[in-house]
């Protein structure tokens, strides 16, 4: 209830009829005792004080806007602590803090374990919205202390948070923002970095990773699936900006990961670092910029909010790419736009340089720091909260190959923010013939799940399918954008494992020396040799032998010895093998580099024409794995992509060099595959009305056959009981299926 402009009056009440008079005016008496003669104080709301000025009673005015009183109370009570954000805070006062907020404002925000550290620590994520306004809020989430040291950044979360619930039904914008938008925010992303920074290490940045080697941390901010380790990262476990082992190692970068995935409403983020005052919009891993519409949104609302935070207390940041501040891959902000598709910023607080302190910047600044992010995302909020929009993703992909004669469900999520969705407007539109597209509508699950199902194809088909659904606001979408000129297209088939070598026997691979003084390809087991740091300790796929660039195990030596390749090239080629289906490649590799300047590498070609070739590249690895192997695949795209047909006559080789200043180039090769897609169905050929392929006409066939007389285009020539199959299915295949059924023992 809103008591604006409500008063509090005292009237001398002198009789009985003006005791009625009053009563039947105010709707609340509040003084204690109610007599003749003496004075009373009642309520009287704006809309009867025409009716108390008619009266004739007289009285005096003791408030004029009882919410005002209101308003300064509740912001007496929500300041419970009003020093808490003029100091820096612990991990554990951090969270109580919070636990506080939520048992003080339980209809407003709650607390609960989005993950867990390297160390085992909880990483908390925060909801904030109200119980009002529509069912589908847009939502904005925020993560906060990727890196340790930049202390002022789970401070300003903190306080944006601590103000959002604490303003709530106070301040009119805050109302605004919590009954239009939910808040998903995790303010402390690396707990046990943080820990660090107060036990002594003030300016630690990474996480807590015990890498093995002596070396701790992980940089998260170079950690996530996005051109991973490829610029402005460090493949080496003891920099400040190592990448980790593999995308999203980490799992403090996978809850996050989690959290924003499982969160289809998100539709902006930001992730909050110091210093350098920065509003940074993506990319960073290169020198590209979003696509058009988003570009100018996202660079929009970036100049919204540098101007909102200089217009608070006149602070200026610089709103720019990522990319001009330098290049970095594998960051937050990249991935959330390029991967989850929700708009992202990094905005690095204050302050300006190190001559004010850089990560160690003085408390007093963390209130006005937090005053003015909290411009900033007010501004953000005014772009979401007028946002409409309907999306439709496939939380497990689109199938890039169907089964033969199998139907497939594919998981369909259609969230609607700020709009709803239209009823029985989520359609399946395919085609498995390339004419017309047919359409069915899709099957509701729960929430925002649907179901679409293509139904089995044969393998002469071409499965192509796209989805639609319409938003109450924004009219129709579909996935993919672009539809029906862009679909998601399958192929028919089964993948199988074409050539598999995991180098325990000779399948005639072949090493040439191109003018190195050292480091030829031998086939063998790692000799893990002792005096030998730069060694794998095994191979990769644990059957014990592997291709590695000098690797004596000759008895002739006194002790088995490992080296590498020094000043030239060597190179290993495969045998012949078969992709004439098509297929993928996939190997693991070891590369050991002290000189990651790109000259020294692992180089990887291939051929459509065996030995002869031309030779194309297809890879080249060039940045230090550590002591792990690491794994490759060479997708059919890819070679596409390098201009080669697929052949029966194919070849692939890697070509280690150490060039320049002689430093360490061990290489290995190890789990070597090729797979192609097959598709064959022949069994009904021998067996007609055989429709799921095992060799028997029975009961389990029903279904299929029922599917094939009834869903087009599901058609298999199993059903037709005519031999040799193939034949139109008609319906005397129908009597004769069900004839043979019957005549079954
Ligand atoms: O390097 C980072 O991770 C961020 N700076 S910080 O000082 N907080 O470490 C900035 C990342 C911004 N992205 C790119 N420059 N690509
Ligand atoms: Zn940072």
Redesign the pocket.
Known sequence: MDYSGHWVVRVDVQDASQLEQLLAISPDIWSEHVGFGQPIEARIPPDRVEALNASGLPYTILIDDIQKWIDIEQAARLRRDATWFESYHTLAEIEAYLDDLVANFPTLISKYPIGQSVEGRTIYGLTITSPNGPASKPAISFSGL??AR?WISPATVTYIVDRLVSQYAINPDVTAMLDGLTFYVAPVMNPDGYVHTWNGQRLW?KNRRNNGDGTYGV?L??NWDWSWCTA?ASSSTGEE?YCGPSPASEPETQALVDYILDRPDIVAHIDW????QLV?RP???DYVDPSEPDYTIIYNIGQDMRDAIYATHAKSYTHEA??D?????G?C??WVYGVAGVYSW?I?LRPASSLQGGFVLPPEQIIPTGEESFAAVRELTDWALSLTRTTISLPNGAPSILVPLVAETIDVEIASVGESLVPGSATLHYRYDGGVWQSEPLTHISGSLYQATLSGATCDDEPAFYLSAEGSASGLTTDPAGAPASFYAAAVGEFIVSFADNFETDTGWTQENLGATSGDWQRGVPTNDPNWAYGPATDSDGSGQCWLTENENNPSYPTPYNTDVDNGAVRLTSPDFDMSGGGSIAYDYFLRLTDSDGSDRLLVEASSNGTAGPWVEVARHDTDGGLSWRSHVITQADLAAAGLIPSADMQLRFTANDSGTQSIVEAGIDAFSVTSVTCEVTTCVTVPGDMNGDSLLDGADIQGFVDTMTQSPYFSPCADMALPAGAPIDAADISTFVAALLALP
């Open positions: 990727q890196h930049e940045r940089d901010n170079r402005g900006t670092h110091s210093y350098s940074l990319f960073g891993h990522a990319y501040l330098y290049l970095a891959a960051t902000q990249d990094t690095e």
